[in-house]
């Protein structure tokens, strides 16, 4: 009884240290990976992020090789390019998540994390898009089509976002992610 009450009382310690009570929203969102692994993007934490809606049969989909390419440019530097697969847009992502996986690894050689697949607006909307575009977000407003692109600080705030049509290699797009790295 005597280590369970010492366990319990850690455990409330922990739960409301410092650390945990300043964390950024964002980062204590349940997620899964596209393998059904739970993960959040706290396993992120101390990096930029760009998470992007993605979709296989999209006129937007070639993006897939530009987003691959900013990645393995700057995964040293600290990017971590995150794949959000969703079929809210033209029913564009059909497949399931293996389905999915398989097309990014065969047809552009992804590298970087994918999630499983979510919906980013609608009744259905998942939490982390609720707070990416609800009306206190920093760029509020529902995502247009697959490829909308959101940057995240390495605190975990939203910098930037960029509309489906503007390519990861866009001027404005690069010189955000050089920014958001440059600051340690």
């Known amino acids: 009884m005597k280590i369970l009450t ?15 009570a300043n964390e950024p929203k964002l ?8 393998d059904g692994k739970p993960t959040s993007l706290k396993a992120y934490a101390g ?22 390419a900013a990645y393995e440019k ?6 971590v390019v995150v794949g959000l697969p969703s079929n809210d847009f033209g029913g564009q992502e059909p497949g ?12 552009y050689k992804i590298s970087f994390p994918m999630m499983d697949k979510m919906h980013v607006k609608g009744p259905e909307q998942h939490p982390l898009y609720a707070e990416l575009t609800g009306p206190k977000a920093a760029f509020p407003g529902d995502v ?41």
């Open 96 to 107: 399931t998540n293996q389905e999915v996986k398989e097309f990014c690894s065969n047809t």
């Open 6 to 20: 010492t366990a319990l009382l850690i455990m409330t310690a922990l739960a409301t240290s410092p650390l945990q």
């Open 144 to 184: 247009k089509w697959n490829f909308g692109k959101f940057l995240i600080d390495r605190e975990g705030k939203v910098i930037a976002r960029f509309e489906p049509a503007v390519k990861p290699d866009a001027p404005e797009v690069t010189a955000a992610i050089e920014a958001a790295l440059a600051k340690k």
């Open 27 to 34: 980062y204590s969102i349940p997620l899964q990976d596209i």
């Open 74 to 79: 700057y995964k040293d530097k600290g990017l």
């Open 47 to 68: 990096k930029v992020l760009l998470a992007v809606n993605v979709a296989s049969k999209c006129g937007n989909t070639p993006q897939y090789s530009t987003l691959q």
